[in-house]
Nanobody, 127 residues
């Protein structure tokens, strides 16, 4: 069973930075074959894909709204994926979730491709 725990959310001013972490608790080699995605959901809006990284870390994917501002990375030795968020805007305010897909290992930004989800962490960008 693959369990995910997000951390690093909080309140930040516009233009500021945060780094989110997604730590996996796994039994067996599942983590090393898993693609991991970050998704977010703002109040009254649908969940949207933000970024994803392949099982090896060699391929990444970003939503147009965060390209050039967010960077996804992973440390498989620590079973952790990171989302570095810079130049944050008020419209980035949302609950951020990480999710894992063991089957394909590819960085897809479709939430229905991910069966494993964390509980979410709140990010609020406000002055």
């Amino acid at each position: 069973q693959l369990q995910l725990v997000e951390s690093g959310g909080g309140l930040v001013q516009p233009g500021g930075s945060l780094r989110l972490s997604c730590a996996a608790s796994v039994s067996g080699p599942a983590w090393k074959s898993a693609a991991v995605g970050w998704f977010r959901q703002a109040p009254g809006k649908e969940r949207e894909g933000v970024s994803a990284i392949s099982h090896s870390g060699g391929a990444t994917n970003y939503a147009d709204s965060v390209k050039g501002r967010f960077t996804i990375s992973r440390d498989n030795a620590k079973n952790t994926v990171y989302l570095q968020m810079n130049s944050l805007k008020p419209e980035d305010t949302a609950v951020y979730y990480c999710a894992a897909n063991i089957e394909t290992g590819m960085p897809i930004l479709k939430s229905n491709e991910y069966p494993y989800w964390g509980q979410g962490t709140q990010v609020t960008v406000s002055s």
